[in-house]
């Protein structure tokens, strides 16, 4: 390639354009609190139940390789705004985290205090 940079940038913004749900607070895109865009508005999801086949979906959805670490109790810190999913029931064959089973959207007996996080094998351009 001529221009490896300009690719590289297409691909990012590609990879962007569609994205539903984040980890925020980690040491890279591929690790930290998980957080799930609905009504146009980012929230967290509640850490009840919250195991590695939960975690493979998110790892999967944001092409970060498998997951090494289901973790909840705020360990990349509290979210703030609604807590969108709690009590996540996923199958592991989900191609994204909203296709989860869970109590519904915004209905939760969490809070903040249960924000979970995951840590996935990737650490695919750490820099965004």
Known sequence: LSHPFIFLSFVIA?????V???L??????CAGRVEVLHRGQWGTVCGDFWDLVDAAV????????EPVDAL?????GSGSGPIWMSYVMCTGSESTLKNCGSL????????HS???GVICSGNIFSIL
């Open 14 to 18: 590609q990879h962007l354009v569609h």
């Open 20 to 22: 539903n749900v984040r």
């Open 24 to 29: 925020v607070g980690g040491h890279s895109r």
């Open 58 to 65: 998110v790892c999967r959805e944001l092409d970060c390789g």
């Open 72 to 76: 909840g109790a705020t360990h990349f």
């Open 104 to 111: 519904g959207w915004g209905k939760s007996r969490c809070d």
């Open 114 to 116: 249960k924000d979970n």
